[in-house]
């Protein structure tokens, strides 16, 4: 953050000269110093994120457990997924002992749900952002048969309404991941390909070529993985995100060719 503490006092001077001459430097110095704290501020410390990847970690295997019984069992379709997904993570010995510790006390009895995410959502500094990476997760769990019991989607979106998000947000990050699943269906017709190219995006085939770009630009934001990282995504699931963007681009690069726009 030290490289922040003399930016806005310099701009401040600057602009206060140019504005007012030698009599508004004081003034200019005055109003960058107040950017600056402002700026220092915003930028969270390494201990902020430290503790953000913490509770990330431990909500994110905690909640698997809990939401893939939330139906009254866990399936063998559904501990594959999550066995899949801490290994798409490349977790060490020691994470991932860790990754099967949470899972397992969020399946126990006596976890408490509201609390672990409440924690998680104060952590995290209220990051939409990271919600949705969390969410997705979530989501890729109790999807892993193709499909998801009711049970499971209501104790999510009770979830994704605790962190401010909702159903529709949930709806969308659910399309996502079915566009995602049926664009890699080797099967797939370059008709489907292009259906779930839209689904990715969160758009319909009628959609103006204005809208796409939006869509395109709002979810590469929200999946960046070096801005997540930032804000306290584990690296170890900066993977997920770097996917991701890699499917939205890919579906864009689809869309693209197919209306022939740049």
């Known amino acids: 953050m030290r490289s922040f503490n003399w930016l806005g006092k310099l701009i401040g001077a600057l602009a206060g000269y140019i504005a007012l001459g030698v009599w508004g430097v004081p003034i200019g110095l005055y109003i960058g110093h107040l950017f600056d704290r402002g700026l220092a501020g915003a930028m969270p410390s390494a201990s902020a994120v430290n503790r953000t990847r913490e509770h990330f970690f431990r909500a994110t295997f905690s909640t698997m457990g809990h939401v893939c019984k939330a139906d009254g069992r866990i399936t063998e379709m559904e501990i594959r997924a999550a066995e899949q997904i801490i290994a798409h993570f490349a977790l060490n010995a020691e994470q991932r002992a860790r990754a099967i510790r949470e899972f397992n006390r969020g399946k126990s009895a006596g976890f408490d749900l509201r609390s672990e995410i409440e924690s998680f959502k104060n952590a995290c500094r209220f990051q939409p952002n990271l919600y949705r990476i969390f969410l997705e997760i979530q989501l890729q769990a109790i999807m892993a048969d193709g499909k998801s019991q009711r049970e499971e989607r209501e104790l999510l979106l009770n979830i994704a309404r605790q962190l401010g998000l909702g159903a529709i947000e949930l709806a969308q990050l659910e399309a996502l991941l079915r566009g995602s699943r049926a664009g890699q269906n080797p099967r797939a017709s370059g008709a489907d ?36 990282a930032a804000k306290g995504l584990p690296p170890e699931m900066a993977k997920v995100a770097t996917s991701k963007t890699q499917e939205i681009r890919q579906a864009y690069d689809l869309i693209r060719e197919a209306r022939g726009f740049a």
Do not use: F, T, W
Request: charged share 35%; net charge positive.
């Open 193 to 228: 390909r292009l259906k779930s190219a839209y689904d990715i995006l969160g758009v319909s085939e009628k959609a103006s070529e204005s809208d796409i770009k939006k869509a395109y630009r709002r979810l590469m934001n929200q999946h960046h993985p070096d801005k997540l």
